[in-house]
């Protein structure tokens, strides 16, 4: 079983629509959640992250953690064309110095007009 | 602010021919760095990191190496590539103790 698990779709909706991105993962040490987004042949940029448990939101974007499920989510309100890419979920765990993140698969999402 | 630079942004090599990747940050001090390659459609695989100056630390055993000369330099290499080398490779930073990682624009190398 991988430590992180991400659906690679592709997922297709119509532009305004809600889209919810999900990863679920095994090691319940982790604590730092992230959401990267990739657009086609450019690297990550890194668009939310969290810590713990909750809920966080920045502007169409909403980043959710359930620790008790192992499973983290990032909600897009009002989708635009111009948020389709790749969206990777990655995460961590608090110590060491290391700083490695386990990533998941990426969802391909694809907005249309 | 800081910025990290990879190049090329292409390459593409014979089989059995060396591979030097280079990627510099700016703006910052004793990051952590990272190498990372991306197969098509599939997820990061990290290579190695480095916490400073010569320390190098490999997650996977293979035909690449890396090396940090410079406190913001971080290079990628290779004597012989195989096939299987071909991939998206991307450089990330961190602050230290901090897990958030940034990356660069990535080198698309194709073995042929």
């Known amino acids: 079983q991988k430590e992180v698990e991400q659906d690679p779709g592709p997922l297709s909706v119509p532009e305004g629509a809600i889209v919810s991105l999900n990863c679920t993962y095994s090691?319940?040490?982790?604590?730092?959640f992230m959401w990267y987004r990739q657009y086609s042949r450019k690297g990550p940029e890194l668009l939310m992250y969290t810590y713990s448990s909750g809920n966080k939101e920045d502007g169409r974007f909403t980043a959710q953690v359930d620790k008790s499920s192992k499973y983290i989510s990032l909600f897009i309100r009002d989708s635009q064309p111009s948020d389709s890419a790749t969206y990777l979920c990655a995460m961590s765990v608090p110590s060491g110095n290391t700083g490695k993140l386990i990533f998941g698969q990426g969802t391909t999402l694809q907005v249309k007009p | 602010s800081q910025t990290i630079h990879q190049w090329p942004a292409t390459l593409v090599q014979p089989v059995g021919s060396p591979l030097s990747l280079e990627c510099t940050v700016e703006g910052t001090s004793n990051p952590n760095l990272y190498w990372y390659r991306q197969a098509a459609g599939r997820g990061l695989q990290l290579l190695f990191y480095?916490?400073?100056?010569?320390?190098i630390s490999s997650e996977v055993p293979q035909n690449l190496s890396a090396s940090r000369p410079q406190d913001r330099q971080f290079i990628l290499s290779s004597k012989k590539l195989l096939l299987s080398d071909s991939g998206f490779y991307l450089c990330a930073w961190s602050v230290r103790g901090i897990k958030n990682q940034y990356f660069g624009p990535g080198t698309r190398l194709t073995v042929t």
């Open positions: 090691n319940s040490a982790f604590q730092y």
């Open positions: 480095s916490v400073g100056i010569g320390q």
